[in-house]
T-cell receptor
Framework: DAGVTQSPTHLIKTRGQQVTLRCSPI?????VSWYQQVLGQGPQFIFQ???????GRGNFPDRFSARQFPNYSSELNVNALLLGDSALYLC??????????????FGPGTRLTVL | GENVEQHPSTLSVQEGDSAVIKCTYS??????FPWYKQELGKRPQLIID?????GEKKDQRIAVTLNKTAKHFSLHITETQPEDSAVYFC????????????FGQGTTLQVKP
């Protein structure tokens, strides 16, 4: 039984470039959330998608965008990269998107380094 | 705004002792409180969670308590072992109709053999 998968594992980009990160949720899960984890801090919520619709957005600039596909996989896009975007990007999978049942399971993350 | 405060930031205990990590949340509408363990270079792993309709939950050596009036919740690990050494994060969620979790800053637990 596969858990949450993310690709790529590591990524190095330069300032101003664009990046796309990918996530596949646990089979049967319909919700994907994206978090940014800067070294030494807790994860910060970026987006949640449920049934291909955005359910929540954190306090991140418009350079960050995401989408969810019919198979419930998701992509996170970041444009015009800044040095401060360097972080571990985590994807979390849950069965539903509602507040009453939101046990979330994390993927291994994508380590993004912006030079 | 929404906030979760976590203390202490570091905790060092002897093997076999107990460890307690405390969190306070600001959004009184929060109703779901998970705890994650993150080892170096690994993903956060859900170790226990509690919902607002109960005050305590146990799973072997770990337990979580919730005081909704005071907006406090705590993680208790008994009979600590070296493999418990990791960073522990508390989180609060469920206040909106989303899966958004607000995380604490993390506690680095070191269990000395």
């Amino acid at each position: 039984d596969a858990g949450v998968t993310q690709s790529p594992t590591h990524l190095i980009k330069t300032r101003g470039q664009q990046v796309t990160l990918r996530c596949s949720p646990i089979s049967g899960h319909k919700s994907v959330s994206w978090y940014q984890q800067v070294l030494g801090q807790g994860p910060q919520f970026i987006f949640q998608y449920y049934e291909k619709e955005e359910r929540g957005r954190g306090n991140f600039p418009d350079r960050f965008s995401a989408r969810q596909f019919p198979n419930y996989s998701s992509e996170l896009n970041v444009n015009a990269l800044l040095l401060g975007d360097s972080a571990l990007y985590l994807c979390a999978s849950s069965y539903t998107g509602t507040g009453g049942y939101n046990e979330q399971f994390f993927g291994p993350g994508t380590r993004l380094t912006v030079l | 705004g929404e906030n979760v405060e976590q203390h202490p930031s570091t905790l060092s205990v002897q093997e076999g002792d107990s460890a307690v990590i405390k969190c306070t949340y600001s959004d009184s509408a929060s109703n779901y409180f998970p705890w994650y363990k993150q080892e170096l270079g690994k993903r956060p792993q859900l170790i226990i969670d509690i919902r607002s309709n109960v005050g305590e939950k146990k799973d072997q050596r770990i337990a979580v308590t919730l005081n909704k009036t005071a907006k406090h919740f705590s993680l208790h690990i008994t009979e600590t072992q070296p493999e418990d050494s990791a960073v522990y994060f508390c989180a609060a969620g469920g206040s909106s109709n989303t899966g958004k979790l607000i995380f604490g800053q993390g506690t680095t637990l070191q269990v000395k053999p």
